[in-house]
């Protein structure tokens, strides 16, 4: 939600208003995946809250080819602005060169463009400060044994996310002098969460700690876990899907913490496209323009706070 | 036109002159290496080496008896859609459908409702509302083929694309978590110490063997393979028959997409992405003609355990999915090429 | 063999043989022919004719032997090779692709082209004149081959042998799908060829064709040579029949009985159609009588068949067994109310050619040894030995796949098939086609022993002569029409001839 | 020997209901029908009423040139991978690894060695290394199936499998950056204010259309898929003709991946996933027979654009994918079942 920037002491008062009707387009990918179907339901939801916002969805594909065209399509429709979750980042970014040419402000979620000039706003989750979370956690729980055993769960490996996430984790491990014994790559569903992590348990017969990156295949890593009948670790989540929060806060299962990373980036894009295309600024920032980037914050959930993190949980 | 070709045989004749020179008796042994003994032999061999290269790299990892239960477990789910596949082809015909099929099963009996109604009554509902979700689909493959006389090809490519976004559309595109306590229980369970999904691949795979190689349906679908139209005219159902074997393959799919919701405790619409491909390999690789007329069970089971195997000697050694892909395809074209090799009957042109 | 002794020669193959994964199909074959001679090869089926010219031809190479071509040792490793030395082939199996037109079925491999760019026109051009040398200028060379019938896509074979500019030219059972008319047709390509001082090796198991067209014969038998160079003027079809089977067939066909006059009617067929094919077809078959069916190749005689069976959708009309109508289109009715078909092609309407012989002499009703779903092969294989024994089927062997077995003996499986099931209509395509001299009578003698038995026979034959020894009674099909329905002893070649004639030209 | 039986044979059948022998004749307008403009009539109708579904719901926005551009801007990648298939399609095969390959071509055209090779000689050197991956694959695939005889499904699902891997193992399963700057230059470029996209796309379907329908390479192709046998026997090297046209389909997966990279300026090995599916379908929804024996250049072309038209109409209707899948799979049944009522001749058995 974003909310927060409704009550602006300075000259941004105004954000709430309704202004000139902006159109916005929307292109993210497949939502073949629990945290891609939440940012697609969050972004909608965000420009429903504004009597000012037209939203136009070109739904989700994870083909770069197509994608492209849907922001041509945006071009050639002259919206006011295009909130852009790129299949790849790197991909997506002549084209969103293209519109900024145009004159269409391109607010880039999650996946990085390759060019600073292809978009007026980045607003990124931090995946490498998710791994640096996670580890840091694992640490904490583990600090005092060095020949602890770490097992990873990865996303789909492919993506520089993922990549990123594994930094951060073998990074912040490495402050504490463990390292990642075993390591998977399942593909963001519970059915590779299942199969990655059942083939894990039977490769690491004991295990002290595990990070899986993703919460939406934490379903399948936990069915696995349960029918191995393994507790003898204990395992941090990522993204922070209710799933995971219900059931850290139940404390009844393995999953002892998670590491969000926000599903509401693409409502956070939209809200940010509606400024930009106004020529509003953000509240409670003296800046008079909106910033050209936001990283978003990656904090622990665990069952102290867990409370506090459920509402604002995806689900899965 | 003076002379007449018709004749009689003089009684004079010597019978045993007529017959052509007996070619094939060979010896026992060659007889069963040739036959399907001898392709399944390759197999058998094959997996050998598999827990070989296993046992030397990974050592008491690989080679304990919990891991060769996880192995099968692994196995199972698309074990038993490649037994259905086996039936299809066979037949001469394929269902690039199935994964997509499964995924639409799992997502139908983990509805909301579907679990509510099944907490009044009984989690066998879910089962039921899964198979009966894999044999409509079937249905549909089945009369749009036999009667519509599409081919096999496009009928379920467009059943895979189709089946997809249902499933998309009735989950809301999210992961839906089974709650039915029975249903959980049951399939999270095990029996005689060896889990249930491990029984229903066992299950299965008898079954599937029985049918095929014992019974008129068995013989029926080899028919049709070998030869459609000899079938057909020799008074059998072949349209009827060919719509039984997408119904039988649809609810192996229903089956597949009860396994994997106990074995996941989810369903959602991604489930069974690309299962077709890995349910056709095995049955390819396991020795099954892919034009028809010769389908062998045990070659599938052998050839899902080998590619089960696989996974787990890659993951056993940390080694990285995209090289295990290579040696995929290159294990598909090996195995290929030496069933060929077994295969290759007296006979055959070449 | 010394070179020079085959100077005079055009071609001369030398102790050929030839192993198939185990299979001996060619234990040393001697072949000489000259420039302008029609060269005719005679054998039983499975004797290895076919093999032997797939080897000229540069289909299958030899495992054993020499061949010399104008004098001169060559290998011939693929059939470019073969082409490019002046061998022509029109195989026994049709070679043509249904999917193509006639024009480039027959220019197909020596396109008339530059630089790979097709000229088109041309090529429909030189197809025009090659039809119309054939006899055949009515046929369009833009027609694709698959609408035609077996006997226009031979035609289309040999006009392809034409446009090659062969020294030679194989034909291996041309006039197994042609009629008489046709093969006259053919006979006189044949001479016009020959006096150009072409070669032509003939392969027929029709001997009344060799001894009007042939000048020299090569006997084959199991693989080898019999007899070489044989002079046909010299060599009496009794002594001929002899080299080819090993034994002596007299020429009679099986004598007809009395058909009792209270004999019921079984089949029962009425008005029949089938639209663009056949109209209004109506006549019955009595329990033990046989009924002919003449006429010229593409009358519809095959349509008609399987019309009755159920395996086409009549437009109007209906068939009744035993009085009782069947179900249009439906041949499983037929098969239970006791119809069976031995169709045309009987590889690819009849066998499963991988599957074992057992498996194929119960395809109709291997339901019915089973208990409930579950088969019963031992009863099946005990069921199948009977029927080798009755029909001498070779090899006795039930577990031998289909595929494996001789023409004649594949025939033979077809009517096991029907006898194993009990059926008391029979309705036989070509039963005879591409089939040898002594299992020809054989079958004939099978037919009639059926008949006598009580079995109501229909049989589809392209040779007259055929038809009108084996039935009781002759139905002449021209254009789709029933045009004339007699006892068998009331007509003869020329008169089914000359109705035939007439009926095409109105 | 007396005959007696009561022979009903009707003298007054109508002589216009006994077919002549030519039966296909027919008046040329029947005949224009039936035969290949009969066929492509259907595919335009079909293109027609989308462009007027689009009209009307999308109005202004639909109904535009640059719209109309984007359209075919988008169908050229797949339809470049589609032309290409046609020929395989036509000649019996298929290949199931042009998406797979076409991502290992962008990957290796785009190494940063390949890139810095580029940039000391030629923009070129990079396309025509992205052509020598793909027919380098093709290579492959066609040597296993012309000389391994390794049916083509198994073939080349196994070069799916392994290119897939091989890209991610050789880009390190990273995205790489196209910085070449004159490649980037020429593909952002255009000519006479059309995309050189798209003038690829046109000036490949034009070469593939007079492939096809013109020279004998392309009746080889045609005979091939129609009688292997006979065309083998017709002295034509048939062989060497599969390994040919192997080749070609991934020489067109390589153009694509050019194509590719030009509009992403970016390479990576999920470049194309799930291609082979849409390019099959495009090539059969446009008439190309599965299996074998007819192609169509022209009925390919319409068939991608079908496809294209379609999601470009969803889009602009914010309509959902999973929606659109259904109906996708639904149009590709129907186009099938259309096709073959069109091309289905008369005298057909039942
Ligand atoms: N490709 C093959 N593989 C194995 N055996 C073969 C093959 N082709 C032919 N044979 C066998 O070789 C023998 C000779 O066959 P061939 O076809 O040459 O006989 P033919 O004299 O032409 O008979 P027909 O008169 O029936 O045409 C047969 O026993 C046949 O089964
Ligand atoms: N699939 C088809 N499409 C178009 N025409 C066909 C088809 N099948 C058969 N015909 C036509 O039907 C007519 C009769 O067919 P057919 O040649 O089988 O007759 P027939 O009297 O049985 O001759 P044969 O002695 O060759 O069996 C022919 O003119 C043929 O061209
Ligand atoms: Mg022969
Ligand atoms: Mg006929």
């Known amino acids: 939600g974003t909310d927060s920037t409704s009550s602006g002491p300075t000259n941004n008062a105004n954000n709430t208003e309704t202004g000139e009707t902006v159109r916005i387009g929307w292109s993210g990918p497949a939502a073949d995946h629990g945290w891609l179907g939440a940012i697609n339901s969050a972004a909608i939801a965000e420009a429903e809250k504004y009597d000012d916002v037209e939203l136009v969805v070109a739904e989700g594909t994870n083909d770069a080819n197509l994608q492209i065209s849907q922001v041509e399509t945006f071009i050639n429709d002259e919206l006011d602005a295009i909130v852009l979750l790129p299949t790849d980042g790197a991909a997506l970014t002549e084209v969103a060169i293209k519109a900024m040419e145009a004159g269409i402000p391109v607010i880039n979620v999650d996946r990085e463009f390759s060019s600073t000039f292809a978009a007026r706003v980045t607003v990124l989750g931090d995946n490498y400060g998710m791994g640096v979370s996670a580890g840091t956690y694992i640490c904490e729980q583990l600090g005092d044994n060095p020949d602890a055993v770490v097992a990873e769960i990865a996303g789909i490996d492919s993506l520089p996310l993922t990549q990123d996430r594994s930094r951060g984790f073998s990074d912040a491990l490495g402050d504490c002098g463990l390292e990642v014994s075993n390591r998977v790559a399942a593909d963001f569903t519970v059915q590779g969460g299942e199969a990655a992590a059942s083939q894990l348990l039977s490769a690491a017969p004991q295990i002290d700690a595990l990070w899986n990156h993703d919460d939406d295949q934490g379903v399948g890593v936990l069915a696995a876990i349960d029918s191995a009948g393994r507790d003898e670790f204990f395992m941090v989540g990522g993204a922070g899907s209710k799933n995971a929060m219900d059931a850290i806060k139940s404390g009844d299962s393995v999953l002892e913490a998670t590491v969000i990373y926000p599903s509401t980036q693409g409502a956070d894009g939209v809200a940010l496209a509606r400024l930009v295309a106004q020529g509003k600024s953000l509240g409670d920032l003296v800046e008079q323009d909106v910033p050209t980037r936001i990283v978003l914050y990656a904090p622990v959930v665990t069952a102290d706070n867990v409370d506090e993190y459920l509402p604002t949980a995806f689900t899965s | ?350 | 063999m010394l070179k020079g002794d085959n100077t005079a020669s055009l071609l001369s193959m030398r102790g050929i043989t030839k192993e198939f994964a185990g299979v001996k199909a060619l234990r040393g074959v001697d072949l000489d022919v000259v420039a302008g001679e029609v060269h005719c090869v005679l054998g039983q089926n499975g004797a290895g004719k076919s093999t032997l010219i797939k080897i000229l031809a540069g289909a299958h190479q030899p495992s054993g032997g020499e061949i010399f071509w104008q004098g001169e040792q060559r290998e011939i490793p693929n059939p470019v090779a073969a082409i490019d030395m002046g061998v022509a082939t029109m195989y026994q199996e049709l070679d043509v692709v249904d999917g193509l037109t006639i024009a480039e079925n027959i220019f197909l491999g020596h396109e008339l082209a530059t630089g790979g760019v097709l000229h088109r026109a041309r090529a429909a051009r030189t197809t025009r004149q090659l039809l119309e040398r054939l006899g055949h200028g009515n046929l369009s060379p833009h027609r694709e081959v698959g609408t035609l019938s077996a006997a226009n896509k031979q035609i289309v074979s040999m006009a392809r042998a034409l446009s090659h500019d062969a020294k030679l030219i194989i034909m291996d059972e041309p006039s197994a799908v042609l009629d008489a008319e046709e093969v006259k047709n053919l006979f006189r390509v044949v001479n016009e060829l020959t006096s150009q001082g072409i070669a032509i090796i003939y392969i027929s198991h029709r001997l009344e064709e060799i001894r009007q067209i042939g000048d020299r014969i090569t006997v084959i038998k199991d693989g080898a040579s019999m007899a070489s160079g044989l002079s046909v003027a010299d060599t009496p079809t009794p002594e001929l029949i002899r080299l080819m089977t090993g034994r002596n067939v007299e020429f009679v066909f099986p004598p007809r009985r009395e058909l009792p006059a209270d004999a019921p009617v079984v089949l029962d067929i009425d008005g029949l159609s089938l639209r663009g094919i056949f109209a209004d077809v109506s006549f019955d078959v009595r329990a033990g009588e046989v009924v002919g069916l003449a006429g010229l190749v593409g009358s519809g005689r095959s349509e008609i068949l399987e019309t009755v069976y159920g395996a086409r959708r009549a437009s109007s009309g209906h068939v009744s067994v035993d009085g009782k109508r069947l179900r249009p289109g439906a041949v499983d009715r037929a098969v239970t109310s006791g119809i069976g078909l031995s169709p045309e092609e009987r590889k690819s309407q009849g066998l499963i050619l991988d599957e074992p012989i057992f498996k194929n002499v119960t395809l109709s009703n291997f339901a019915r040894y089973a208990r409930g779903p579950l088969l019963n092969e031992r009863r099946e294989r005990a069921v199948t030995r009977e029927q080798i024994e009755a029909l001498e089927l070779r090899p006795a062997d039930p577990d031998r796949p289909a595929g494996t077995l001789s023409g004649g003996n594949q025939q033979k499986i077809m009517l096991a098939r029907w006898l194993v099931h009990g059926t008391r209509v029979l309705l036989l395509d070509e039963p005879t086609r591409g089939v040898d001299v002594g299992a020809r009578a054989e079958i004939y003698a099978l037919i009639r022993r059926l008949a006598d038995a009580g079995t109501a026979i229909v049989v589809v034959s392209s040779e007259i002569p055929e038809v009108l020894g084996l039935a009781d009674r002759v139905l002449v099909i021209g254009d789709g029409r029933v045009l004339h329905s007699t006892p068998a002893t009331e007509i003869d070649e020329h008169g089914v001839l000359d109705l035939v004639m007439k009926g095409t030209a109105a």
């Open chain 2, 1 to 350: 036109m003076s002379e007449q070709t018709p004749t009689t045989v003089s009684e004079s004749a010597a019978p045993t002159q007529a017959a052509p020179p007996e070619k094939k008796s060979g010896n026992a042994m060659q007889r069963l290496l040739g036959g399907a003994a001898g392709r399944n032999l390759g197999l058998v061999i094959a997996l050998a080496l598999l827990i070989v290269v296993g046992a030397i790299t990974a050592g008491d990892r690989f080679m304990n008896v919990e891991n060769f239960l996880n192995i099968i477990r692994f196995a199972s789910i698309i074990g038993v859609i490649s037994i259905g596949m086996t039936f299809v082809i066979t037949a001469g015909g394929i269902d690039l459908s199935v994964g997509s099929v499964m995924g639409l099963a799992s997502v139908v009996a983990s509805l909301s409702w579907v679990q509510a109604a099944a907490d009044q009554t009984s989690w066998l509902l879910m089962v039921a509302v899964a198979l009966a979700v894999g044999g409509a689909a079937g249905l549909v493959n089945g009369i749009v083929i036999a009667y519509g006389k599409v081919v096999p090809f496009m009928a379920t490519l467009a059943m895979l694309v189709g089946a997809r976004g249902l499933a998309e559309l009735l989950s809301n595109k999210q992961t839906q978590i089974v709650s039915q306590q029975g249903f959980l229980e049951f399939f999270r369970g095990d029996f005689l110490g060896i889990a249930w999904l491990v029984w229903i691949f066992v299950i299965a795979a008898v079954i599937g063997w029985f049918l095929l190689g014992r019974t008129t349906f068995g013989r029926r679908t080899v028919a049709i393979g070998g030869n459609f139209e000899a079938t057909r005219l020799a008074g059998i159902r072949v349209k009827r028959h060919l719509v039984a074997l997408y119904v039988l393959v649809g609810v192996s799919a229903g089956i597949a997409a009860v396994m994997m919701l106990g074995r996941t405790t989810a369903g959602t619409s991604t489930h069974g992405t690309l299962y077709e491909l890995d349910a056709i390999a095995a049955v390819v690789v396991g020795g099954t003609l892919l034009v028809g007329g010769r389908g062998t069970i045990v070659g599938t089971v052998l050839g899902v355990l080998i590619f089960s195997t696989l996974t787990n000697v890659f993951t056993q050694n940390n080694l990285s999915n995209s090289v295990q892909s290579v040696v995929k395809g290159v294990i598909i074209v090996v195995a290929v090429l030496l069933q060929q090799r077994f295969a290759s009957r007296p006979g055959r042109s070449s």
